[in-house]
């Protein structure tokens, strides 16, 4: 059982035509991005200025390449799931490349896959257990544009950088017991079944996860230039 309730979009339902015409574009267009999509992993995310504010995330990504991945993020698995967010997750190895200043907007996975919190729906845990090794090493940058939690029925405001768990006693013990109700899982099993893995060789980065601080997206009003003053090149 994955059902799970959330307030309803506003706006008329699909009409008819516009499912015939979606069955029609759908058998002509490429949907190659989409296509690359791979797997399923649920987790949860919370706001990186308010770590009260959490939400069940699902994540469907994708492989760039062998070191970095990109997922689209919905608040349920089922077909009326809202698009919520994106993550990008990147190996050891090229977070260490990035800017001191950048450091602090990506989070650390260890955690959550050791704790067993993060997991793929469906999965038999050996087979899941293969790719997690892999994933206990990354870190993500993840931004939400829906903020579901409050109830919302359109994605308002400016986006919200959010983190991942980092410690026991973290996430509401409700939220936890909703996902094992709903997905059959034991997250405690898990945890006990993950305990090998070993997560980034240098250790969590400490600009990582907001360098245990809380960061707060802002939208700030600035002059911009008329176009006629934008310099102009011909080639």
């Not at 069940?56 to 009326?80: G, K, V, W």
């Amino acid at each position: 059982m994955t059902s799970k309730h959330h307030p309803e979009v506003p706006g008329d339902s699909t009409e008819t035509s516009t499912a015939l015409l979606e069955t029609a574009t759908a058998a002509i267009q490429g949907f190659g991005p989409i296509n690359k999509i791979h797997q399923h992993l649920c987790a949860f995310h919370f706001y990186s200025d308010d770590m009260t504010r959490q939400v069940e995330a699902h994540h469907f990504c994708a492989h760039q390449n062998e070191e970095m991945r990109q997922c689209l993020i919905y608040d349920s698995p089922t077909a009326d799931a809202r698009l919520i967010g994106v993550e990008y997750l990147v190996s050891e190895n090229l977070f260490l490349t990035l800017p001191d200043s950048e450091k602090p907007l990506w989070h650390s996975h260890e955690y959550e896959v050791k704790s067993g919190v993060l997991f793929m729906p469906g999965v038999p845990g050996p087979i899941q257990r293969q790719d997690l090794e892999n994933v206990v090493k990354t870190y993500g940058k993840t931004y939400h544009f829906w903020q579901v939690d409050k109830g919302d029925t359109l994605p308002l405001g400016v986006p919200q950088l959010m983190m991942s768990l980092t410690r026991d006693g973290q996430v509401y013990d409700h939220l936890v017991k909703d996902v094992e109700k709903r997905f059959g899982m034991d997250f405690d099993k898990e945890r006990h079944n993950r305990a090998y893995m070993t997560g980034p060789v240098h250790g969590i980065h400490p600009k990582a996860n907001a360098a245990g601080k809380g960061l707060k997206t802002v939208l700030r009003a600035v002059d911009i230039n008329p176009v006629d003053s934008v310099p102009r090149i011909f080639v």
